[in-house]
DNA sequence: CTGTTAGCGCCTTCAC
DNA sequence: GTGAAGGCGCTAACAG
């Protein structure tokens, strides 16, 4: 509890009676060290307790060994307890690739309402740090590639096109598009009322987009109704709120319900839901609903919630190792990756309880197009 | 794209026909710079868009600016996709304090199965680092004192007894005292059945002691059983399937229901309900429920959880601040701080609907003993 | 006001 | 096998 001043390789040399570049070389498995020598320096170390300073380290061998996840502050994000679930998720990806390699993970939310500006913030980060994640949204294109030009970037769930940074995302579209093939085909719903996610988010326009131009290509369908909810499960009761109109819930003629709620994320149709339950509507039987991300209580709330799973931590897993290929090499052409989400058939559509077990243990969802697999760094 | 060679601080004084201390005071915002020359540097850094190698300025400093959140892979977790939320509220409280400061937070998950022992991943982080908040029951309490003597320390959610190190704790005992005279005396609960969580973790140990010694004082009042649900769904789950034993959910003789299930957290608690209400279970009316937590799933789930709500994101700001306070005086006695947790009922314990606003805005919780403001470094 | 200089703790050739 | 010495990029006196 007294030896407050640090340790340094000078300390441990020259307890052990020999120069740093033994004791550096001890501490790095270097050949070359006498047995007898390696172990006396290797005993002084645990009596002292030395540990390097990753500073010196970093400064002598050029690599910090550190990579930066950025994220923003979502306004609304603090008034919802599921606030940066996401961003966690993937976050946990990332450390994971990284402590193998026992590289760290500095985990960053930048905030808009700060008197210092973004720039600042990312800066700071920057410094300390070999790489950067960058979530969508961020940074506008420009500025994202003016960073990029002199840092190694990847943006996870990024735009599927035109940045030149490094993009690795999901495939909202596919996954969207898939979602309600089932609903049109296998449920034959016709009438169908879509709630919208926040226009600045990539993922929203995406899912929307699919939803919209799969709708379009069956004859007799339609959309009724879209409405912004903004991704928060307010957003999925006010859609409800204003489907429903003044009806006041009781025995008497109902408004022209649509056959299905289709929302562009989970917490938006678990809103729904609730709402639609305390307001005496029956799912799937009255109307259905639909979600998409796969969050821990679409699955726990009845009825249990058709949605589209998206591999999110997995998502953190190829996001950091792409950042990763690019430390090692940032003469690497942009690279797009997408990763495929797969469709998760619950009861809130209409389908009957599984009777097979409920969640397939299968592996991860398969790369779309497989990359060429550099070699990461260490 | 191309100049992939790392500007210094020399490359930018150079161009702007300056000295490198001009140039590092220009950045740090010191004075003794003519406006003119200041102007010009600043032009120059935009330009090459120069940043400052953190490894160098930390080394030079002696310090980094950056604190290391540790905690251990649940091997559990992956199986539930709430896994780390607990920690992630952590985290977000830490990178609050933080990001004002300009400092940064290095996330860190130790893993126990990896070939490498703990005490190398650790020091790994430990290299880079100014300081560490490392979660209960990661280290045994020797090892946790041999480490709090070479480098700050802070332990949140720690027993709040017997360590050397920091520790910053939530008030689990008062916790479920007072949710336990809630069933107890509003509710006139005298069958109570208790799910317990993982024996190696001291917010599991410290919720039941509460709720064991809090019956006792009950005259009348007594605990059926207790089930080692060990904190995952799955737990509550067998916990019902035990209390309900062979009963085939069909109308007949039920077996005897405690009036209560007093669960150690929400998951188990909401796995309960699950389960309950699947054997054709009542809930509150036949059988009541209360968890401990407050996670977003209990104030969805039907019929909303009863539950203790933990200021987890506190947590993490207060263990943050204390952290800083060490680092800036090392020589700092060591310290326990304990949060208080907030009773939350809902209707899962029997208690009929609010009819105010849900969730009250209200201030975040006091600290209990207020513990001298020391500055914080910088 | 501005420039010069000595470290910070470690890694890494290069001699011995 | 082992030691000596230069340098990584920056900060902070200390001179001018």
Not at 167 to 192: D, F, P, Q, W
Not at 201 to 213: G, H, K, L, P, Y
Request: hydrophobic share 40%; proline share 8%; net charge neutral.
């Amino acid at each position: 509890v007294s030896g407050r001043a640090v340790l340094t390789l000078y300390d441990v040399a020259s307890a052990a009676g020999v120069s740093i570049a033994t004791v550096s070389r001890v501490m790095h498995e270097q050949p070359g060290v006498r047995p007898a020598t390696r172990q006396r320096v290797l005993d002084v170390i645990e009596e002292l307790g030395y540990v390097p300073d990753g500073a010196a380290q970093s400064m002598a061998r050029h690599r910090k060994e550190v990579i930066g996840l950025v994220t923003a502050e979502n306004p609304n994000a603090d008034l919802e307890q599921e606030g940066l679930h996401y961003v966690e998720e993937v976050l946990r990806g990332v450390e994971f690739v990284l402590s193998r390699l026992d590289w760290s993970v500095l985990f960053s939310i930048v905030r808009h309402d700060v008197d210092s500006d973004v720039r600042r913030q990312l800066q700071k980060i920057t410094a300390k740090v070999d790489g950067l994640l960058i979530m969508d949204g961020i940074l506008a294109a420009d500025q994202l590639e003016r960073l990029a030009a002199r840092v190694p970037v990847v943006v996870p769930a990024g735009p599927s096109q035109g940045t030149c940074a490094d993009v690795i995302t999901v495939e909202n579209y596919s996954g969207m598009a898939v979602l309600t093939r089932h609903l049109l085909k296998v449920h034959g719903y016709r009438r169908l009322f879509y709630v919208d996610g926040p226009p600045e988010v990539s993922d929203a326009w995406e899912r929307r987009r699919a939803f919209e131009e799969t709708v379009a290509k069956y004859p007799g369908a339609a959309i009724t109704g879209v409405f912004p909810g903004g991704f928060e499960t307010a957003g999925g009761r006010q859609a409800v709120r204003r489907i429903l109109g003044s009806w006041p819930g009781e025995p008497g003629p109902r408004p022209d319900l649509p056959d299905v709620i289709v929302c562009a994320n989970d917490k938006m149709a678990i809103g729904a839901i609730r709402e639609l339950q305390s307001a005496g509507v029956s799912i799937p039987a009255d109307v259905a609903v639909s979600g998409f991300d796969d969050i821990f209580t679409g699955s726990i709330i009845a009825p249990p919630l058709t949605t589209v799973r998206q591999p999110t931590r997995l998502l953190g897993e190829r996001a950091c190792t792409m950042l990763l290929e690019r430390i090692a090499d940032p003469s690497l052409a942009p690279r797009v990756v997408r990763l495929s989400a797969e469709l998760l058939i619950r009861q809130s559509c209409g389908c009957p309880p599984a009777t097979r077990p409920p969640r397939s243990t299968a592996p991860q969802p398969a790369l779309v197009p497989q990359p060429a697999t550099a070699t990461p760094p260490r």
